[in-house]
Structures are given as C-alpha cells and as structure tokens.
C-alpha cells in the first residue's frame, strides 16, 4: 500500500510556536498533497507537492519531500489557536490496477493552546 | 469554500430505514468518492466514480450502494440501515485526468453525520 502514515498521531503546542507533522509512505509517488480537516467538516485541501520537488511554501506553511526516504513534513510556522485540526497527507500514484489514486493517511490532531 | 454540497448534515435514524445520503458538485468534477470516517479516525474509502454510469467498490467493505447517473450528483444509499452504520459520511470530487501531471486533489463536501439507533 502507498498509504501515508503521519507522525505524531497528536501534537499539542502553545500559540506562536512552530508545528511539524510528519509523513512516511511505502511506494512511489506522483505527488504527496496535506489536507486539514476542522471537527466535524470535510477535509481541505492545503498544498501539493510533485515527487519532482523537494520543498514548498505557501503562506506560514512549509513542505518537504525526499522521495529517498519516503517522507514529507509539513511546517505550520508561528501557531495559532484556528491552526487546531487534523491534518492528514495524501500519496498520488498509480495502484498495482495501473489506476491512478489518492490516499490517505490516519491524521495528525494538532492542538494549539491560546 | 468548495462547490460541492451534502444532505442532511445530520440524521438520526431506526434500525432497518432505508436512507439515501445526497452528495452534489458544480465543478463539473469526473471523479467522485464517498468516504465513512469515525470521529477522530482515518478516511476509508468506500466509493468512487469516474464519470457517468461508472462505479467502483472502495477498499473498505460498506453494505451501501451508490449511482452516478448525472455527472453532478452521486448519492448513496443504504437500503437497511444498522448502529454499525453510524459514522460520518463524507463526499469528494476531483477534476480526474489521466497520465504524469494527474494530482487528483480532492474537494470535499462538509459530511453527513448518521447515527442509527
């Protein structure tokens, strides 16, 4: 299976400071894409990154890729307390079908005290 | 905010009802997908759909049905519903394509929450 696999399983920081989430996957990819899902909603969809790159910004967000390793992390950069989520990656690749496929891991639950 | 809408939000049902789970999308989105996830626990899929008329089983095992007659909606239907049921039932479309640049990101529906009493 390509499933991601996040670690921690749970975090918890104060307001301010630097979050890392991690992710470890088994197959090769296309791309590894981070979702955020607030209690009760549906799952949002936050930044890509292809197997081609190795890092990405997007606001006080931060990804890294090494394909060597299998693993990503993604930095949520001077906390806040509307960062409380999970956070979940998704691997992009093609199944052993030949059919091209999003999954995802189990989530990391981030929780930002004020 | 995604374009892509789920009814009720919230059921609350008895044991043997029969109930259908609306999931619509305005992207014009190929790909659909029903996931179940328990509060606080990983995705599964359950569902999915490459366009009209195509359905596939997801890799967990669900009693449900679905159908995608019109590229916008895909709903799901369980014809006898149980407690085992009870579980937050979410919806997601992607834009699909095919070949090395396909990203399949996923635009996800805000959830049904079914309890089954």
């Known amino acids: 299976s390509q499933q991601g696999e996040e670690d921690p399983q749970a975090l918890s920081i104060q307001e301010g400071e630097n979050a890392t989430m991690n992710c470890s996957y088994k197959?090769?990819?296309?791309?590894l894409q981070w979702y955020r899902q607030n209690s009760g909603r549906g799952l949002v969809h936050l930044i890509l990154?292809?197997?081609?790159?190795r890092e990405k910004h997007s606001g006080r967000l931060r990804v890294t890729l090494d394909t060597s390793k299998k693993s990503s992390s993604l930095l949520i950069t001077a906390s806040r307390a509307a960062d409380t989520a999970s956070y979940f990656c998704a691997t992009g690749g093609y199944s052993g079908a030949g059919s091209y496929q999003l999954t995802f891991g189990k989530g990391t639950k981030l929780s930002v005290i004020p | 905010e995604a374009d892509i809408y789920q009814t009720p939000r919230y059921l609350v049902i008895g044991t043997g009802k029969k109930i259908t789970l609306e999931c619509s999308q305005t992207m014009g989105h190929d790909k659909m997908y029903w996931y179940q996830q328990d509060p606080g626990m990983e995705l599964h899929l359950i569902h999915y759909s490459y366009g009209v008329n195509s359905t596939e089983k997801g890799d967990l095992s669900s009693e449900s049905t679905v159908s995608r007659i019109r590229t916008e909606h895909f709903p799901l239907t369980l014809e006898s519903a149980r407690p085992s049921h009870t579980s937050q039932y979410l919806c997601?479309?992607?834009?699909?394509?095919?070949?090395?640049?396909?990203?399949?990101?996923?635009?996800f529906g805000p959830g049904t929450r079914l309890t089954v009493l």
């Open positions: 197959t090769s990819i296309n791309n």
């Open positions: 997601a479309s992607s834009e699909g394509g095919f070949g090395g640049l396909s990203t399949d990101t996923q635009y």
């Open positions: 990154i292809r197997s081609n790159e």
